[in-house]
């Protein structure tokens, strides 16, 4: 990945004004078959009502999805029963049903596509082996597997074998050329048969294309992979994700800075915005940002804010009773409205209180959390939006929704027809992040301390590199 997002760079610079397409195999390259494998071989118990397939896992699918009947002698299943199986098998794989219900992509494929497809006068190209006939279901299905992300598959940019299941490098060549002629310059080459690379570099005439071999479950030999070919196991789209190439406009919020060393981390890291819990100190009746640490005051907090010239998320916790108190407190610090940001809970803010907010930081951003709405949004869409148009009637300028909330990515597509501004919160590993920045939401609240995502330089072109992966 690292070699494809570099060369992907070089022709971006080299090509500035052309359109540049990265081509992909899609079984055993963005589909993993070993999905398939089981539910049709599983499909055949339940039909017979045998008992061969109970137990099989996808882990336990190590060869080619042409070589079931390795398995089948494996599990010592009787020879006449085998062939019955191999022709249920060869018969139902390519069903619509079995493409519709069993496949599966690999992980991080789609994170990538998506990556991609955001990048301007930048092309996703499908090269598949499989037959014109299975056009329909091919786009039906990946277009299924791609709404999570965003990602979309179109007819015009789907290449199929127009020699039915057989001649697969040929239709790999043919393609390769199809796509250059239609004007597209291919950076890269995605495929899991080491055949159908040779056949793409047989049709790469200045070697320009980057062969990428997905090493996953293969048919034909490894011997026929070009000499320049890479090798990879895994798509770690974080190769791609510099603090540069993530979404621009996404704002970035650090999720509860709420001691001493996390304000320090913060004020060190170039993300934007933190979020900062208020609470009235149980001991000194004054607004802290954390019970435990009564020196932390809101007065101590805002006054670094103001001379950092940094972004103040406060996270109001029943404060409906002394929202007067922080917004003197905020003015008194001449904290500016495009770095103010109030957000707080339904059931901690009243109508009232989000009237006071958006009414007195008239450009502050005013946002309530959606969780405990997230079902309803779901169930009756049209009815929460109702609720939602009240929120911003009271002057809420912003929803934010969980991570890991129930029905999220029904909320999320929901949103995706609704013209309000959106925050996902709670993203708490370096995958959760990538995929919620590709969905391009209005800002991300996210740990940035335990999420492995290093921002501490701005300039530094790898200033955003996982660090772990929690
Ligand atoms: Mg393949």
Redesign the pocket.
Known sequence: MVQLANHYRAARTRFPEEKLLVSF?????IIDLRHMVVYVLQAYDRHYQTNWFHALQPEDIDFHENQVSLLLKTLDVPLDERSRILTWYFDTRWSKEAIIESHRPFRGVLELIRWLQLQPNTFVGLN??RPESLRFDTLQSLNQLGQEYRVQFTTSLLKMNPYGWEYVPRSKAVATKAFRDEGYRIVAAI???PQ?LQAIASADVDSEILLLH?D?L?ETHRSALPARTVVGRSYDVSAFVQKRSLPQHVQFVWQRVDSRAKLERFMQADIHWAEVPIYRDPYTQQLAVNVGESDLTLDAVLAAFNSAERGINLKLHDTGLYIDQILELCDKHAIADNNLWFSGDIGMLKERDFRVLATRRLGAIVQVNIDPLASLIWSAPQHAKLLLEAFVSWGVTRFSLGWHVEHRKNVLKQFEHWDFDINIHDVDTMEAFLRAALLLPTSITSDFSVNGISAENEHDAASIIPLTFA
Do not use: L
């Open positions: 195999d899609i079984d055993g390259t598949t082996g495929d899991n048969e159908s997905a996953t293969f």
